[in-house]
């Protein structure tokens, strides 16, 4: 079963406007991660918050997390047309097979001219 | 630097078929991952390995799959014989040696092998 479920599952914005997406998980976990999918292509890497972490932020990207509340959300400010993409997070937690990254169920985003 | 290295990029196939997909991990990435992405599912983690042992395979659906990394530069993952449900995007990944515990390492993604059973 999906570890995260992101909200919402689409979003649609104009070009300079921020964007927020939201992840809800279920279990303790080591660490989020947020990854970015263009159409058609691979998952790439954005960036990674540590349980302990609060706050991180990346160029553009601004990442929270709420460990008391099992959520985390991913901010893109000013947004651009080729930030559309599907964007998911992924919980890394322990497990008895060791480590284990599980993906959620993704935000389609898309940003118009 | 390469990247992870998938073939095929696009297989069609008749249900009832053997299919096999490979992967090359980026150089010095001991930990490859095995997933599967469907509209209906999302992405699934099918199977992982560290330094070439399957570490957790409770994510292979059925003993129609089977996955093997004969050496650290080369995996497959193996359909046989292949299902229409089967149809999906197999993404093999590979990161640095994830120990118990001791966790927060990016993933690298190949570009994908889109199946589809007919």
């Known amino acids: 079963s999906q570890q995260g479920e992101e909200d919402p599952q689409a979003l649609s914005i104009q070009e300079g406007e921020n964007a927020t997406m939201n992840c809800s998980y279920k279990t303790s976990i080591n660490n989020l991660q947020w990854y970015r999918q263009n159409s058609g292509r691979g998952l790439v890497h954005l960036i990674l918050i540590r349980s302990n972490e609060r706050e991180k932020h990346s160029g553009r990207l601004r990442v929270t997390l709420d460990t008391s509340k099992k959520s985390s959300s991913l901010l893109i400010t000013a947004s651009r047309a080729a930030d559309t993409a599907s964007y998911f997070c992924a919980t890394d937690a322990t497990t008895g097979g060791g480590n284990k990254l599980t993906f959620g169920t993704g935000t389609q985003l898309k940003v118009e001219l | 630097d390469a990247g992870v290295i998938q073939s095929p990029r696009h297989e069609v196939t008749e249900m009832g078929q053997e299919v096999t997909l490979r992967c090359k991990p980026i150089?010095?990435?001991?930990?490859l991952f095995w997933y599967r992405q469907t509209m209906m599912r999302g992405l699934e983690l099918l199977i992982y390995?560290?330094?070439?042992?399957?570490?957790?395979d409770s994510g292979m659906p059925e003993d129609r799959f089977s996955a093997k990394m004969p050496n650290a530069s080369f995996s497959t993952l193996k359909i046989q014989p292949s299902e229409p449900r089967d149809s999906a995007v197999y993404f093999c990944?590979?990161?640095?040696?994830?120990?118990?515990?001791?966790?927060?390492?990016?993933?690298?993604f190949g570009e994908g092998s889109w199946l589809t059973v007919v």
């Open positions: 990944a590979s990161s640095l040696e994830v120990w118990q515990g001791i966790s927060g390492n990016t993933i690298y």
């Open positions: 390995f560290n330094n070439n042992v399957p570490i957790d």
């Open positions: 150089s010095g990435h001991n930990s």
